[in-house]
């Protein structure tokens, strides 16, 4: 966890994830680092100043040629619930800093000057028993994200919501207050749906978790998700999307151009009724690799799979140079020529450059 030599000075305190994880045994990739006062006023001393958010008291130097970002302590409250909190005081004592934190296990602070662990909610009781727990009862309606950082949490670490909590989620999912920022529910849904795990999106169906994102009522579908991902689109960077557009209804989150084509590749297959190797291979073969997945999850599964596994990598050889070669001159009676070379090629993946130019020979000779 000590990165960087800040050992002199006794305000500064590691603090959530980063204490979390080593006293889980884990390795943490984010240090957040939080000054008990003003770390805008007190800290440009201890490096090269990159930058500073005086909004939120936040500053960001280069010590040892590595950037840190240094939080002040502040107050919040939710003027606007569901959307970003607003600072009320900047250089708050520690107790009133953990008012703003979401989960127990995510509370503690560990001085960087002697590694002391400061608990003031019981964090490490809940690290023992694997607990997550709230610190009070309006947190999910604060911030309706948690729900979904609950989730995530609970699959990472093997934790589950202490029973105040779990009721607390579960009224709040009755009752949603969809005026939220989207933008943030969407960044919790790529990391916690992102992991590819079946078993947090049967949480997220059968706990209702999903209501966050539309009120049309989903029911956990029986072809699973993460085995076809682990075989077909493992390095995909939108797995999170091949979960959640099991919703159909994602109107409300904010998608980018990428995003939205995977849906939209996802509804034009499924508009489909195949009837042919051919078919299915000219549907598909411009399709985004999560709308085929999606498709084998909300369609057929049997064709997906088919032509995955036995027409995807099946290509033509021939060119219009061949056909040039062979006495054609360039027409639009190329494309006929290429579609009928291809339906005889997926009858037979194993012809040739050779066969092609015999097969073009055979059908479209004088």
């Known amino acids: 966890m000590d990165i960087i030599n800040l050992k002199d000075n006794p305000k500064l305190y590691y603090v959530g994830g980063v204490v979390r994880d080593e006293l889980l045994g884990r390795e943490s990739l984010d240090v957040d680092i939080v000054y008990e006062g003003n770390a805008i006023e007190d800290c440009t001393s201890l490096g090269e100043v990159v930058r500073i958010n005086p909004d939120f008291g936040t500053i960001r130097v280069k010590i040892q040629g590595r950037e ?151 029911k956990l579908l029986s072809v699973k998700i993460e085995p076809l991902v682990n075989k077909y689109a493992k390095i995909s960077e939108n797995i999170w999307l091949i979960y959640v557009g099991v919703l159909r209804d994602l109107s409300r989150l904010e998608l980018t151009r990428k995003e939205q084509k995977i849906l939209d590749d996802f509804s034009e297959l499924e508009d489909f009724e195949f009837r042919n190797d051919f078919e299915i291979y000219r549907a598909f073969e411009d399709k985004e690799i999560e709308s085929v997945i999606l498709y084998a999850v909300l369609k057929e599964e049997k064709i997906a799979r088919h032509y995955l596994e036995n027409l995807r990598e099946i290509k033509i050889e021939i060119t219009g140079k061949d056909l040039e070669n062979i006495g054609f001159k360039p027409s639009p009676k190329y494309k006929e020529i290429f579609d009928f070379v291809l339906a005889k090629k997926l009858e037979n993946p194993k012809m040739t450059l050779a066969d092609e130019i015999s097969c073009v020979k055979e059908n479209f000779g004088d």
């Open 68 to 218: 840190v970002d240094i939080a002040s302590t502040r107050t919040e409250r939710y003027d606007h619930k569901g959307h970003l909190p607003q600072v009320e005081k900047i250089g708050c004592s520690l107790k009133e800093d953990v008012l703003r934190r979401d989960f127990t296990v995510n509370s503690l602070y560990k001085s960087v000057a002697t590694g002391e662990i400061l608990d003031f909610t019981g964090g490490l009781e809940d690290l023992k028993n694997k607990k997550l727990r709230v610190l009070h009862d309006k947190s999910f309606v604060d911030d309706p994200t948690r729900i979904i950082r609950a989730l995530k949490f609970s699959h990472r670490f093997g934790f589950a919501l202490e029973e105040n909590t779990f009721r607390l989620q579960r009224e709040y999912l009755k009752n949603i207050n969809y005026d939220m920022c989207y933008k943030r529910i969407k960044k919790e849904l790529i990391e916690t749906l992102g992991l590819n795990s079946d078993e947090v999106f049967q949480k997220f169906i059968n706990e209702k978790i999903y209501k966050l994102v539309t009120p049309k009522d989903v």
